[in-house]
């Protein structure tokens, strides 16, 4: 009888070692059935994640105070997990990473940063560049070409101390492009966390950025075409013709559907779910047409992303559906697998193999380090900031990880380059941001030693003020705050009006100028809110001048946007909106309390906390009184605050419509009183009685307490006079007597204790609240 071919034992080559490996199941029946989860694949991939999450979190809480970013400590959590570390005992090692898992994690890693790359160019605005000026340009050419052009002049004399796939010219090429480069996805992440998204130096630094990516990317094709031209020169020309294919596919089908899809779904509107789950997959799909046309793999999802309309609502749906799962889950599988390829051991011995890689990197750094210096200096910035931005530019981390495997595949390193490759990186980006931490202080610009406030603001001069604007129901509240302001033809308004919009799905942040720029037709849903405030200029056209600004942001960044265009334009005031009305989805609620809480800390002038009551279709301030004359009462419980808020009343006064109460509150016996503070007070409220003595408009009270109870039953006690808006300073010089006993009470710290009680308590009044803080000089 003949046997059955599955009977027959097949040769084996004599060169051939049979391997046998144990097959694991997916899942246990649990610990109950006598059963080891550590036996089964799916238990042990969630372990592995496990373990590193929890590493990595524990080295972000030790290395935060030292200002390391996340990066390195994700880095190092990998590193921890491989055989550097955890992964030298071998019985770790058989149990976590068993020779099957090295397939699964690395495949998972890949795609971690394949969608790690997809997200960065969803976020990237390459018209960016277009606004790059002769500076932008002087300081991104000459940090990536004099860097790139000493590497290579230390590359090539060294090439015969290399090894042969590293000495390949293409090799000697890719290698001096990477450490010349200064990486977009990589940067973006670090400034985000540093919150400089929209600091001077975090703008130029990402403009900066896209532009050398601009420049890696045309390397990197360089480097790829070289590469395939080394084995056949046909092989070279396959690749350009499969690339500008791609491209045109990509960039001229792909991305006319994408903006047919962003024109079809309605405003206000989600894009429809098939559309999302479509691109998401066609993340996968564009990574594998590159790979199996020898593209590399990175470059199809990256292409794929820049592709994207940036913003509302495709780019936008698109990072929030992902960007969590990516970052958190798909990127520890990234982390894990570089982990594993580390080897600290593997270097021992190796030093000679090793240091002509290592020059190259570290002359390639200290070469953008100085020639950064160099050229930011030259275009103007201070000697400490030019080299702190020198600094930031060397920051390194997922995109070179990704390449340094790519040239594993390439055989252009072994495991030893990897490894000090891997461990130079982490250590310049963990040297680098540091020390940028401490040269930069991103306060520092809003520091001045100038009196800008309403106060020493000369009388018959124009008041220059910074209004926000959150959303379209704070419009109503502002112009009517300004309206009872009272300017005039001899003490005009000034006014730069800032709509503030949360960034979504964008990577750099945009602040428009909209008299320069005019209305963008992607930011035409914005324009109701400046159309209503140039309403308002044209109807007190010789009292006020309105200019509109859009600032695009984070929200952990508006107060940069805010103090610089204060600082810029020489403002006394900046009028903040208070949290607790109905906001738009532009701006979450949670978030506006530390807007108020930076621009108070940072502010370059007096600072003014406006709660609105009313609704945004009534007129003026709250439920008018009863008359037609508005009534607004001051508390004047002392110190700087109090006496800002005094000099605004001062001008609401000259509003023949207006009538003001000011109450001042005394401490009984004049207990705690600060004598400079008490002989300010005494100086400025005398000037103010004075000048008001014969004003049938003006009422002026003073009411004796002997702590912060006997304060707030006074404030009780007035609260049935049909107020409109109350004014308050927030707390600098407050004799500590009149509010004892409040300090634990405040929730809302943006409005200082007495502001608080205000909007907190049920006082049956529907009044609405201003609260000032005078300039706090910093200089």
């Known amino acids: 009888m003949v046997k059955s071919v599955l009977e027959t034992p097949m040769p084996l080559p004599k060169e051939a070692q ?81 020779d099957t898992a090295d397939f699964v994690l690395k495949n998972i890693g890949i795609l971690g940063f394949m969608y790690f790359l997809f997200i960065s160019g969803v976020k990237t605005d390459l018209t960016v560049v277009k606004k790059a000026g002769r500076k932008h340009w002087c300081i991104a050419l000459i940090s990536t070409l004099v860097p790139m052009i000493c590497t290579l002049a230390v590359a090539i004399p060294l090439r015969k101390s290399m090894e042969k796939e590293l000495a390949k010219p293409s090799s000697i090429l890719g290698t001096s492009t990477l450490f010349a480069l200064s990486t977009f996805p990589v940067l973006q992440l670090i400034i985000k966390e540093l919150n400089l998204l929209s600091s001077e130096i975090g703008r130029l630094a990402l403009l900066i950025a896209v532009i050398s990516d601009i420049i890696g990317i045309n390397c990197v094709i360089a480097f790829e075409a070289a590469k395939q031209e080394e084995g056949n020169s046909m092989a070279g020309l396959w690749y350009f013709i499969s690339l500008i294919v791609f491209m045109i596919s990509i960039f001229g089908g792909l991305r006319q559907a994408m903006l047919w899809i962003v024109k079809t779904t309605p405003e206000g509107k989600q894009v429809d779910q098939i559309y999302v789950i479509a691109i998401l997959l066609g993340v996968v799909v564009a990574g594998f047409l590159t790979d199996m046309f020898g593209i590399a793999i990175a470059n199809g999802p990256l292409w794929l992303g820049l592709a994207v309309p940036d913003g509302p609502p495709l780019g936008a749906v698109l990072v929030d559906k992902s960007e969590t799962i990516v970052m958190d889950l798909l990127l520890p599988f990234s982390y894990t697998f570089v982990g594993l390829l580390t080897d600290v051991s593997s270097m021992s011995g190796n030093w000679s193999i090793l240091q002509p890689i290592f020059l190259v990197a570290f002359i390639g750094c200290i070469a953008k380090v100085i020639s950064t210096w160099l050229a930011s200096r030259f275009c103007g910035m201070s000697l400490k900031e030019s080299l702190a931005f020198s600094l930031l530019l060397n920051a390194r981390g997922q995109v070179e990880l990704l390449l340094f495997i790519h040239w594993m595949d390439f055989k252009m390193i072994t495991i030893p380059y990897f490894t000090m490759l891997v461990l130079f990186t982490t250590a310049v980006t963990a040297v680098a941001i540091p020390l940028f931490s401490i040269l930069y202080d991103p306060t520092r610009p809003y520091m001045v030693n100038k009196r800008r406030n309403i106060q020493h603001n000369p009388p018959n001069t124009e008041l220059r003020i910074v209004a926000l604007i959150h959303s379209e129901e704070n419009v ?285 308590s049920d006082l049956g009044s529907r009044a609405s609240i201003l609260v000032v803080q005078q300039q706090i000089l910093r200089g």
Request: one cysteine or more; hydrophobic letters at 40%; a neutral charge.
């Open 18 to 98: 049979p391997i046998c490996r144990h097959i694991r199941g997916s899942h246990s029946f649990g610990v109950f059935y006598g059963e080891n989860p550590l036996q089964y694949s799916v238990p042990i991939m969630l372990l592995e994640v496990s373990m590193l999450m929890v590493i990595t979190r524990i080295l972000r809480f030790i290395l935060k105070p030292l200002r390391q970013p996340r990066v390195v400590s994700e880095i190092l959590g990998g590193i921890i997990m491989g055989p550097s570390v955890l992964s030298r005992s071998k019985k770790f090692r058989s149990y976590f990473f068993p």
């Open 476 to 760: 109503a509240g502002i112009i009517n705050l300004l309206e009872v302001s009272n300017p005039t033809c001899n003490s005009p308004f000034s006014v730069f009006a800032v709509h503030l919009v949360e960034l979504i799905a964008r990577a750099v942040p945009i602040f428009i100028d909209h008299e320069k720029e005019g209305m963008d037709s992607e930011h035409t849903n914005l324009s109701s809110v400046h159309k209503a405030l140039k309403h308002f200029e044209e109807a007190r056209r010789e009292q006020i001048k309105l200019h509109c600004y859009t600032s695009i942001t984070a929200k952990r960044s508006m107060y940069q946007d805010i103090c610089g265009l204060a600082l810029e334009k020489k403002a006394s005031l900046i009028i903040l909106p208070y949290h607790g009305e109905q906001l738009d989805n532009n701006l979450e609620t949670e978030g506006v309390p530390s807007i108020n809480c930076d621009v108070l800390a940072h502010a370059p002038c007096s600072v003014g906390i406006f709660v609105h009551r009313g609704s945004s279709n009534t007129h003026l301030l709250g439920t008018p009184s009863i008359t037609s004359v508005y009534h607004f009462t001051v508390l004047f419980l002392g110190g700087a605050d109090a006496r800002e808020a005094l000099v605004y009343a001062d001008r609401m006064a000259g509003n023949l419509n207006v009538l003001v109460t000011v109450i001042r509150f005394l401490s009984n016996d004049s207990l705690g009183d600060n004598r400079m503070e008490k002989k300010l007070d005494d100086g400025l409220v005398t000037w103010f009685w004075v000048k008001h003595e014969g004003n049938n408009h003006v009422i002026y009270r003073e009411v004796v307490v002997r702590n912060g109870e006997e304060t707030l039953a006074a404030i009780r006690g007035m609260s049935n006079n049909n107020y409109d808006l109350w004014i308050v300073g927030r707390m600098h010089g407050i004799n500590p007597v009149i509010i004892q006993g409040l300090a634990d009470w405040s929730k809302h710290t943006e409005l200082g204790l007495i502001g608080d009680y205000l909007f907190c």
